[in-house]
């Protein structure tokens, strides 16, 4: 009584983890303390006040039933879950997570495997959209380990009851349900199923409508052409015009899924109308996801349709009033290219293309950069010449620096077609500019596409143009650009040659063992580091290894112990006679030093030794 009016959770789950260190039959209490003790703890903590340690408990869920036995899981741990529904929010979505993978906990698949139905669908009918969605696809999950002799009454069962009740979070949870069951029970029931679908289809609530669309053409694929036919499309159609948006959005993907069911002259007569209504819905989500979804709409209703309507369709999405429809519709410019003859493209898609160029969204722009230049493969020099070079240029201009990014990441796809070369004169500027950007990450960006700009400018236009840059990135104030400098070293000495490295790069690097700011003698360190992996023994022995050991004596420790990392990284490189002359006894210092971290990586060092 008094531990009820402390602890009003505390009673059953207190004797359910009294009863866990008894352990199982004849186990003396000593044995069951011993072993099971922090069992009991983990199900105690089930019920503690502080949500957090019900998380924690509820992510332990499978050691807990690992200790307990299928058994026991079964008959004790699983129907005490069911009844510890009124939770937190993130506690649920945990529990509906862990049982999704519970099958081998309570005797693996088979009639164990249904008792997991029951919390399961208690979770299927909270409040909370997220915890109903996790629920739905663990029972998808669990729905796979029933046996055949029993699904129909367990789990088809669980859809019925689901799908008739009274709220509409179980209906919206039912809608689920459908497509992992179907395939599972005989032609009479599967009528049945049909029918119950329909009913949801057409239910009061907008909420479950959303849901047995989101649902339908998943259900769809598993049913013959002509159940399609007669049970499908008539509630596809009505959802493809029901009142709410947050309905009708979801026809486009239907569209998809039946579409690939379907052979092209039934896609024509069934599909095409309700693409060509969302393609012109009043509703900009509708719009948008017609946008998202063009390519594959367009598949489906073969050349011909695709030519003569929706590349019209297409020209009017990317002039759409809506920023969000027209970022949509810039993505998909290549992915419909494709499908189309170059004089199409050419006459109907590159004027719309140049109109969004210069769109006020910046958005909209950086979606066009992210894929325009790839319409070059399909065009061809000539065309590309005189059309793309332009735009790519402009883009090249523009104010938004990720929009910049996006076109500089699509050089390689006009190299293919055009060379580089001849858009040097406006590329130069733009890097310039990026590579000095406010933004690190911008500047980290352009950095890892300077080794593909180096290998297509020449190395005579790199040295006159951006040697200077490269240098620049090695005294950034952000560690991620200076890291990223001393690998863009590596790649440049890759591209350009050893020869070219030893002239222009190694003597500009090993020049910063003098600086001031201990962070370019870091550098320094790191660029060593790197660029002896590429550059040789000879190189390593005449110019690297007297300046690491130099900076071996460094008054900053960190310089000291990043000394004997790199000599650590330099000894594979080098013969052992070099390693025991002149490695050694610099490390050797190194371990006497003063700074346990510098002697710890002397130590690692001279293991290698």
């Given at each position: 009584v008094w531990e009820q009016a402390v602890h009003p959770f505390?009673?059953?789950?207190?004797?359910?983890?009294?009863?866990?260190?008894?352990?199982?039959?004849?186990?003396?209490?000593?044995?069951?303390?011993?072993?099971?003790?922090?069992?009991?703890?983990?199900?105690?903590?089930?019920?503690?006040e502080d949500p957090q340690i019900r998380l924690n408990s509820v992510r332990r869920l499978k050691t807990i039933a690992t200790a307990l036995g299928p058994e026991?899981?079964?008959?004790?741990l699983v129907p005490y879950l069911s009844e510890s529904v009124d939770d937190e929010d993130e506690v649920l979505l945990q529990l509906a997570t862990e049982l999704g993978d519970f099958v081998e906990f309570v005797g693996g698949p088979g009639e164990g495997a249904g008792c997991l139905l029951v919390p399961l669908e208690s979770l299927s009918t909270v409040e909370e959209t997220v915890v109903r969605e996790k629920a739905v696809q663990s029972l998808c999950k669990i729905a796979e380990s029933l046996p055949a002799e029993t699904f129909k009454d367990t789990f088809v069962i669980l859809l019925k009851r689901l799908a008739s009740g009274d709220w509409?979070?179980?209906?919206?949870?039912?809608?689920?349900?459908?497509?992992?069951?179907?395939?599972?029970v005989g032609d009479d029931l599967k009528q049945e199923l049909r029918v119950l679908f329909t009913t949801l289809c057409k239910d009061d609530t907008p909420m479950v409508r959303r849901a047995a669309s989101a649902n339908l053409g998943k259900f769809a694929k598993q049913m013959t052409k002509e159940n399609i036919k007669e049970d499908i499309l008539p509630i596809f159609n009505t959802l493809a015009g029901d009142d709410q948006?947050?309905?009708?959005?979801?026809?486009?993907?239907?569209?998809?899924?039946?579409?690939?069911v379907?052979?092209?002259?039934?896609?024509?007569?069934?599909?095409?109308?309700?693409?060509?209504?969302?393609?012109?819905?009043?509703?900009?989500?509708?719009?948008?996801?017609?946008?998202?979804?063009?390519?594959?709409?367009?598949?489906?209703?073969?050349?011909?349709?695709?030519?003569?309507e929706f590349v019209p369709a297409f020209v009017k999405l990317m002039k759409d009033p809506e920023a969000e429809v027209r970022t949509a519709a810039a993505f998909k410019v290549t992915g419909f290219g494709e499908l189309l003859p170059v004089d199409l493209i050419v006459k109907h898609i590159l004027p719309s293309v140049k109109e969004l160029v210069v769109d006020s969204?910046?958005?909209?722009?950086?979606?066009?950069?992210?894929?325009?230049?790839?319409?070059?493969?399909?065009?061809?020099?000539e065309k590309t010449i005189e059309n793309l070079v332009d735009i790519f240029l402009q883009l090249l201009k523009d104010e938004f620096p990720e929009v910049r990014l996006n076109i500089i990441k699509k050089l390689d796809a006009v190299n293919q077609v055009v060379g580089i070369r001849m858009l040097s004169q406006s590329l130069l500027p733009a890097i310039v500019e990026l590579a000095e950007d406010r933004q690190w990450r911008v500047r980290l960006a352009i950095i890892q596409y300077i080794p593909l700009l180096a290998s297509q400018l020449g190395v005579e236009f790199f040295d006159a143009k951006l040697g200077n840059?490269?240098?620049?990135?090695?005294?950034?104030?952000?560690?991620?650009?200076?890291?990223?400098?001393?690998?863009?070293?590596?790649?440049?000495?890759?591209?350009?040659?050893?020869?070219?490295a030893q002239n222009n790069i190694i003597p500009k690097v090993?020049?910063?063992?003098?600086?001031?700011?201990?962070?370019?003698?870091?550098?320094?360190?790191?660029?060593?580091?790197?660029?002896?992996?590429?550059?040789?023994?000879?190189?390593?022995?005449?110019?690297?290894?007297?300046?690491?050991?130099?900076?071996?004596?460094?008054?900053?420790?960190?310089?000291?112990?990043?000394?004997?990392?790199?000599?650590?990284?330099?000894?594979p490189l080098v013969d052992q006679s070099v390693v025991q002359n002149r490695v050694k006894p610099t490390l050797l210092k190194l371990q006497d030093d003063t700074d346990r971290d510098v002697k710890f990586y002397a130590s690692q060092a001279l293991q290698m030794c």
């Open positions: 505390c009673s059953p789950i207190h004797h359910f983890a009294s009863s866990i260190t008894q352990g199982p039959t004849h186990m003396t209490t000593t044995e069951g303390d011993e072993s099971l003790t922090p069992i009991a703890i983990l199900i105690d903590e089930l019920k503690n026991r899981t079964r008959k004790e509409f979070t179980s209906r919206t949870s039912a809608c689920g349900l459908f497509a992992v069951s179907y395939p599972r948006d947050s309905v009708r959005v979801l026809a486009v993907d239907n569209c998809v899924r039946i579409g690939s379907f052979s092209l002259e039934e896609n024509l007569q069934y599909l095409l109308p309700v693409m060509r209504a969302c393609l012109q819905d009043k509703s900009w989500r509708v719009r948008y996801m017609s946008a998202e979804h063009f390519c594959e709409m367009a598949k489906a209703v073969g050349p011909q349709v695709t030519q003569s969204s910046q958005h909209v722009r950086a979606a066009l950069a992210t894929n325009v230049m790839d319409l070059a493969p399909i065009l061809g020099k840059l490269c240098m620049t990135w090695l005294g950034d104030s952000v560690f991620s650009i200076r890291e990223a400098a001393t690998t863009n070293l590596k790649k440049l000495t890759e591209v350009f040659g050893v020869e070219w090993l020049g910063l063992y003098t600086h001031p700011n201990y962070l370019y003698r870091m550098t320094t360190l790191y660029a060593v580091s790197i660029l002896g992996t590429v550059v040789g023994p000879e190189i390593i022995n005449s110019t690297m290894l007297p300046l690491v050991a130099r900076l071996a004596q460094d008054p900053v420790p960190n310089i000291r112990f990043n000394a004997a990392k790199c000599l650590q990284q330099l000894i």
